[in-house]
């Protein structure tokens, strides 16, 4: 069966520090991976996506996440948080083979200290 | 891209009654999604809405429960029937646009049942 897991439900950081929220994956077919932001009372954000090419993408608002296949992993990253990145941020795999539904992992908290 | 409306927003429903949810999108799109977000919870796939078909349900979701139209490749509504205060969750419906592995999220009905 596929899955995700974020193994942090929630992480607190420092304004300015760097930020690196885990997903690992397990998926019977070669992935499309997604990051997604939701603030409080606010609907689902594309932060990024990878489909194919370049393992190391990059996304909105100064987030990159890495495809590294021998781990199954897509680990969000960014180099200095901002206050206004505090949400809950969610790791999603879907493929074709699977008719393009998304697996969602159950979130990431993400709290930033002034 | 594509951009998604739901009708409602939110809503207080009384146990025992039922409650549809509509979803725009502002192009055609043949692949629609319906997820639900319970409280405190990650999104789980209900149900993918096809055009000119029945609804194909996700383990844990039936049809009398759940039904879902999809009249045209622009539109669907998912009813949520005989409710109980374990249906309150936020329902968003999602779009795969053509020649994409991109889903596209609206804003989401938050569904409260007392």
């Known amino acids: 069966a596929q899955s995700v897991t974020q193994p942090d439900i929630h992480i607190t950081v420092s304004e300015g520090a760097s930020l690196e929220l885990r997903c690992n994956y397990s998926y019977g077919a070669t992935p499309y991976l997604f990051w997604y932001v939701q603030s409080p009372g606010q609907g689902l954000q594309l932060l990024l996506k990878?489909?194919?090419?370049?393992?190391l993408v990059q996304g909105i608002k100064g987030f990159e996440a890495e495809f590294k296949r021998s781990q199954s992993s897509f680990n969000l990253r960014k180099p200095s948080v901002h206050w206004s990145d505090a949400a809950e941020y969610f790791c999603?795999?879907?493929?074709?083979?699977?008719?393009?539904?998304?697996?969602f992992g159950a979130g990431t908290i993400l709290r930033v200290k002034s | 891209s594509a951009v998604i409306s739901q009708k409602p927003s939110r809503d207080i429903c009384q146990r025992g009654t039922s409650l549809t949810i509509q979803c725009q999108v502002d192009?055609?799109?043949?692949?629609m999604f319906w997820y639900r977000q319970q409280p405190g919870q990650s999104l789980t796939l209900i149900a993918t809405a096809n055009q000119g078909s029945e609804a194909t349900y996700e383990s844990g979701f039936v049809i009398d429960k759940f039904p879902i139209s999809r009249p045209n490749l622009t539109f669907s509504t998912l009813t949520v029937s005989n409710m109980s205060p374990e249906d309150s969750s936020i329902y968003l419906c999602s779009v795969l646009p053509p020649s994409s592995y991109e889903q596209y999220f609206g804003p989401g009905t938050r569904l409260t049942v007392t």
């Open positions: 192009s055609q799109v043949t692949m």
């Open positions: 990878y489909f194919s090419g370049d393992t």
């Open positions: 999603a795999v879907g493929a074709r083979e699977y008719g393009n539904k998304l697996v």
